[in-house]
T-cell receptor
C-alpha cells in the first residue's frame, strides 16, 4: 500500500479556504485517494475520494496532480466545526474481504475565529 | 435517516464481566465493521461482515465475538472483559465491496477496571 505524508498541523481563518496537502509519491495506477476527518471525541467521517480526476461534493473538493503523486483537499469556506484531524489514505480498489482503514497521523486543522 | 448508531455510548466494566455492543445502520449497507481506537494506535479492525449471516476476523479479533443476524445490525460481544480492552469502539458500514467509503457511528467508550 502507498504511504502518505501530511503536515502535522495547519491553521485556517474562519471563512477562508482550507487547503490540506497530501503526498503519495509511491501511489500505484489503480489506487484511490481517500480523505477522512475525525472531530474530537467523534467517529471518523468520510469526506471524499478520487482516482485521477478532480472531485467535488457538498463537503469538499479533491485536487489530484496529473502525476498523481500528491493531492489537496479543499474546504472552500472553513468553519469552526471543521476543526479536526484530517487523514489522507491511499487504497487499491476492489479488495475482497476486510476493507481495513489504516489512518496515519494526519493533519490537525485548527480553524481560527 | 440516522446513519450508523451505537449503543451504549459509555460503559464501565469490571474484569471478567461480559457485555454486548450494538451497532445499527439504516443505509442498507452490505458491509459492516467493528474497530477499536487507542491513543497512538489509530484504528484497528476487530471483526467485519460482508453480509447478513456472515462474519470474519480482522486484525485484532481475540477476546471478541460478533454476530450479524440481521442486515442492519452488527453486534460485538466481550465474553470476559480485560483491562486491555479499554478503548473506544467504532462501528462502520459500507455499501460496495472493495470500497473504502465507510460511514462510522459515534463510538462507545469502554473502560475495564
Amino acid at each position: 500500500d502507498a504511504k502518505t505524508t501530511q503536515p502535522p498541523s495547519m491553521d485556517c481563518a474562519e471563512g477562508r479556504a482550507a487547503n490540506l496537502p497530501c503526498n503519495h509519491s509511491t501511489i500505484s495506477g489503480n489506487e484511490y485517494v481517500y480523505w477522512y476527518r475525525q472531530i474530537h471525541s467523534q467517529g471518523p467521517q468520510y469526506i471524499i475520494h478520487g482516482l485521477k480526476n478532480n472531485e467535488t461534493n457538498e463537503m469538499a473538493s479533491l485536487i489530484i496532480t496529473e502525476d498523481r503523486k500528491s493531492s489537496t483537499l479543499i474546504l472552500p469556506h472553513a468553519t469552526l466545526r471543521d476543526t479536526a484531524v484530517y487523514y489522507c489514505i491511499v487504497r487499491p480498489p476492489y479488495q475482497t474481504g476486510a476493507n481495513n482503514l489504516f489512518f496515519g497521523t494526519g493533519t490537525r486543522l485548527t480553524v481560527i475565529p | 435517516n440516522a446513519g450508523v448508531t451505537q449503543t451504549p455510548k459509555f460503559r464501565v466494566l469490571k474484569t471478567g464481566q461480559s457485555m454486548t455492543l450494538l451497532c445499527a445502520q439504516d443505509m442498507n449497507h452490505e458491509y459492516m465493521y467493528w474497530y477499536r481506537q487507542d491513543p497512538g494506535m489509530g484504528l484497528r479492525l476487530i471483526h467485519y461482515s460482508v453480509g447478513e449471516g456472515t462474519t470474519a476476523k480482522g486484525e485484532v479479533p481475540d477476546g471478541y465475538n460478533v454476530s450479524r443476524l440481521k442486515k442492519q445490525n452488527f453486534l460485538l460481544g466481550l465474553e470476559s472483559a480485560a483491562p486491555s480492552q479499554t478503548s473506544v469502539y467504532f462501528c462502520a458500514s459500507g455499501l460496495f465491496v472493495g470500497s473504502y467509503e465507510q460511514y462510522f457511528g459515534p463510538g462507545t467508550r469502554l473502560t475495564v477496571t
